[in-house]
T-cell receptor
Framework: DAKTTQPTSMDCAEGRAANLPCNHSTISGNEYVYWYRQIHSQGPQYIIHGLKNNETNEMASLIITEDRKSSTLILPHATLRDTAVYYCIAFLSGGYQKVTFGTGTKLQVIP | DVKVTQSSRYLVKRTGEKVFLECVQDMDHENMFWYRQDPGLGLRLIYFSYDVKMKEKGDIPEGYSVSREKKERFSLILESASTNQTSMYLC?????????????FGPGTRLTVT
């Protein structure tokens, strides 16, 4: 699995877009980029994933650069409930899904 | 609704005790995982299982074993608990086979070994 690098922490004003970057410069062609978040005292929750194209769902948007070496998770209108640790991970599709989570980015949404 | 449940939310055990952490999923998932989470270290994979009776070591398997006798249940066993196994333990499951599938996590068990 490709190693990912994320900033340790970020702040975002409530109502503004939160843009969380992730570097995965060693990602291979068939490794997906996944994003999860973990709200305090709960298990991680899946947000979104993508391979090459940008993706959007009801929670967030995922922008993957053309060379796939980095990506950005966008929360379009951050709320206080979005305060959490966000994990970016990359792993191969198919077969055994051994996944390694790093330490993630602690996002603090400020009123 | 997708559901992964863990047998206890909080557990206190003594050093040397044998500890069982149970995880059950109701989604007919092939893959199941056990992680531990410690401050500053993120989530670290202990073991995972891709089928009944099948298991693979993760990044930190020492001091742990697992059992998967039924598809829906994955147990983590601490044969002789030690204080350095005090941690939050998280179970997860996902679909198997070809393709890329998200993991669903349980609420976690906070284990304290005294």
């Amino acid at each position: 699995d490709a190693k990912t690098t994320q900033p340790t922490s970020m702040d975002c004003a409530e109502g503004r877009a939160a843009n969380l970057p992730c570097n995965h410069s060693t990602i291979s062609g068939n490794e997906y980029v996944y994003w999860y978040r973990q709200i305090h005292s709960q298990g991680p929750q899946y947000i979104i994933h993508g391979l090459k194209n940008n993706e959007t769902n009801e929670m967030a948007s995922l922008i993957i650069t053309e060379d796939r070496k980095s990506s950005t998770l966008i929360l379009p209108h951050a709320t206080l409930r979005d305060t959490a640790v966000y994990y970016c991970i990359a792993f191969l599709s198919g077969g055994y899904q051994k996944v390694t989570f790093g330490t993630g980015t602690k996002l603090q949404v400020i009123p | 609704d997708v559901k992964v449940t863990q047998s206890s939310r909080y557990l206190v055990k003594r050093t040397g005790e044998k500890v069982f952490l149970e995880c059950v999923q109701d989604m007919d998932h092939e893959n199941m995982f056990w992680y531990r989470q410690d401050p500053g270290l993120g989530l670290r994979l202990i073991y995972f299982s891709y089928d009944v009776k099948m298991k693979e070591k993760g990044d930190i398997p020492e001091g742990y074993s697992v059992s998967r006798e039924k598809k829906e249940r994955f147990s983590l066993i601490l044969e002789s608990a030690s204080t350095n196994q005090t941690s939050m333990y998280l179970c997860a499951s996902s679909r198997g086979g070809r393709g890329s599938y998200e993991q669903y996590f349980g609420p976690g068990t906070r284990l304290t070994v005294t």
